[in-house]
DNA sequence: GATGAATGAGGCTTCATTCAT
DNA sequence: CATGAATGAAGCCTCATTCAT
């Protein structure tokens, strides 16, 4: 009867299991990272934490820089897709950016451990290839090409935009921020692209729309978890 | 005693010499560190470059991290004594802020290794200790009391200005930057800031003026030697 | 019952596919022993090389070793065998013995696969307790007894054949000797056996008998497969 | 007073301590590759013998084949030159190769374990390039032009001597040969050459010279010493 | 029988640090 | 003070072998 196709119920059996496993070693590299930063050695924590073998974690990833690729993926680029599908209504550029990187912000206020995860890996990690960059340069090119911002080259304003999250981050994995800060990042963003003072200035104050972190991001519930 | 002055001189001397190894060994540790990064192994690279042997190191430095806060100490604090002395005489906080981010940044094109020093371990050591971010919390305190910036949370500001300013830096590290870059990256930030785009345009044009690098700090020799 | 001969068909089938799995094994193994040696880490290869998993190999061999003994018996002794049979119709031992070093240099010559498996894995393959030695001992103990050579301790015959023969192995395994190579050993150790330099001479020089080496050796075929 | 040269004077301990060490290792070395071979991992045995730690093996060699390249260099090449000068008195080349082999079987005969280093390690260890086949091609050519070789190709006169010298030794490692064994073997290799029955005989059968072994190799105490 | 994920012992290598000279 | 040999903890990585499916 069902023995028509043994070998296909193996491999899907086998491709489950694979797949479990190379999900529990990401998920357990977040706080490492986090707490040891990029270049550090990170393999016995990882599976310790995830429970597994040595020999184990070289069958998924064949280094440190590996793991570290993958868990960007995951991070980075859940993260960002989700960013992106909430904030796609706003008709305006302007607001897209402004509640992108305001989500941005409240994510990492909400989650402490993704916070030092970014202040950590941040800068090694979202290079240009990543997919924040990619998305990022497109709704600034929009918002410039609409008369929303002011003309400027691209990698200037991806930088100070950037550069500017990536150090509020920083910011808030360090603690005591207040809840304005989020608000006033945004701001100060704004302006810099260009926006007059008054137009920043309610677009930063706009409230957030509602990001469904959990339905999205198969990794955040561990990073909550992790830091109640 | 008859002992008391040539002891002084052969204790000056030795001083002396002491003064020479250990910033041979600093000097030998920049391009290191540029090249590696914060956490990687360094000793015997610099002592290889500083030319003296692993004994003489620890009779300086008790560890890795250590020479890196010398480094920092000598590179960062003598660079912003240098650009403050500079920009002092500009009456205007904004143009003394805007000449300011120009010269950081021209100084880092000019030095190649330096921006590659400041990529490699700038988020690490320009922390909010360091005489940057102390001399730059006045500077946009003043704008802000005299009414050229818009009032908002320094460490907002500083986030903002560090954060472009370091990105800036990462992409000169890599190369294939404009002459323009350098303006444009002060423009953004002095619209950031609260400037009206207007003035922003004005003050980031201006011609930056002449800075004396080598004058004023001892490790720019070697750092230009090392790159041309 | 009638379940007899059904049972006895899958009985059948299931041994056939059985040594066939087992025969891929072995000739998989032969280029790479050759190739990595007697120690290496083998099985990884093995396994890519013969298109079977992990556990199947150990349905076959308890481990390493074993495989190397099976390799071994099914190319030293099947070699053997066909070389036996081959030179058995010469009434001279001298001749047998000269024809038979002579076809094996000839085999190896023709097979570079084969010469690189027997310089890596000669001398821990071909261990006194190999068909090779006693076959030999048989044959120069013969050649003793009719007078051909003078008489001699067999170990030492044996060892000084087998040191020569491997060593011209070895030789032509690193490629670029001439076609005088297998006779002029044949007639150096035909000398050393005792027979006087003529008679060395003629016999070293007479043209070998065929050997059908296909028909013989069951794993040839892949080995000259391999390397055309 | 002394005082002039502390430079010198320390630097000259510390490379004697570094000769020490080094020797001390290639020393312990020797044991371990008789016994487990030339592909083992013998790291581990070494500094445990040599009663040194772990780093400081790596301070001397890279690896593994470094220490077995040193280890060879020292027995094999202070090894011929001793026998070298021994039989350089003799004015007969057949002689001088007889005498020469004979005195490496003796040798190996009272140093059990320098005979099982040579088993495990010989092929590997006495290529082309070592100063045992540079000595014997010179001898085996001087005995040709002299007439008292028949000629033939150097490669095969110099693979049937070392194969059979080596098979010899290894037989020797293993135990239980007679006092005959090394005669026995020099007279069929002289015949192999091309001597007739009589002369090879008669040359195999002579005393060997006195071999001041301890005298010239550094490491043959050690050798002896280990295996009594 | 076949599969392949998981194992973990075993060996390798680096490098910050110490210390006798 | 300078030297540089020695240290050994700390990580890295491989691969023969097992075992649930």
Known sequence: MSDTAPSDHRTRVAADRREKTRARLVQSAIPVFAEKGVDASVIDD????AGVSRGTFYNYFQSNRD???AVNHQLGDELILVVKETVAGFPDPAERVAAGIGLMIQVTRDKPLLARFVAKCGLDTAGP??????????????GIDEGRFLPCPLPIALDMLAGATLCAVLRISQGGVSDQHGPEVVNMILRGLGLNAQDAQTLAAKPLPHLDIQAACSL?????????
Do not use: C, E, P
Not at 46 to 49: G, L, N, R, S
């Open 46 to 49: 990882v599976i310790a934490a």
């Open 67 to 69: 793991l570290l690729i």
């Open 129 to 142: 290839s990543s997919l924040v960059y990619q998305y990022l340069a497109d709704q600034i090119q929009k």
């Open 220 to 228: 955040m519930s561990s990073t909550s978890q992790a830091q109640g």
